[in-house]
């Protein structure tokens, strides 16, 4: 079993989807006009789908995409519409940047700690 696919339900996805690909650099895999955006994510697929395209009662979900660090991320997210919401430092772990996008949905980056053992900076 893999995961194929987590998708946020999105009042205008095309709005969102200019939010994804701009503040965190989602390429495109498929798009369905406006009711559907798909992008290919670590072997994966995340996706936004309009209200009609979702299942029945969908509520909302967090997605953690992994990065290799923060740099301008918090610029890039406020200059695509969206809010930074806070770094958490998980010591040896890694780190969480929260997020909002422009609709509300909360979406967090995930940066592991190095592998040395050395504290990076947020």
Do not use: I
């Given at each position: 079993?893999?995961l ?16 994804y690909?701009?503040a ?8 369905d006009g ?15 789908a ?20 923060f ?14 919401l806070?770094?958490r ?6 780190a ?5 996008d422009?609709e509300?949905?909360v979406?967090?980056?995930?940066r592991?700690?190095?592998?040395d ?6």
């Amino acid at each position: 079993m893999r995961l194929q696919n987590v998708y946020l339900v999105a009042e205008q996805p095309a709005a969102l989807h200019a939010f994804y690909s701009e503040a965190l650099g989602l390429s495109l895999k498929f798009a369905d006009g406006e009711r559907w955006y798909q992008y290919g994510v670590g072997g994966g697929n995340v996706s936004l789908a309009c209200r009609e395209e979702a299942a029945p009662a969908t509520a909302g979900a967090v997605m953690v995409f992994e990065v290799a660090d923060f740099d301008g991320a918090a610029e890039r997210v406020a200059a695509a519409g969206g809010e930074v919401l806070g770094l958490r430092d998980m010591g040896a772990h890694g780190a969480v940047l929260s997020l909002r996008d422009p609709e509300g949905h909360v979406v967090q980056l995930f940066r592991r700690a190095p592998v040395d053992g050395a504290q990076a900076q947020p």
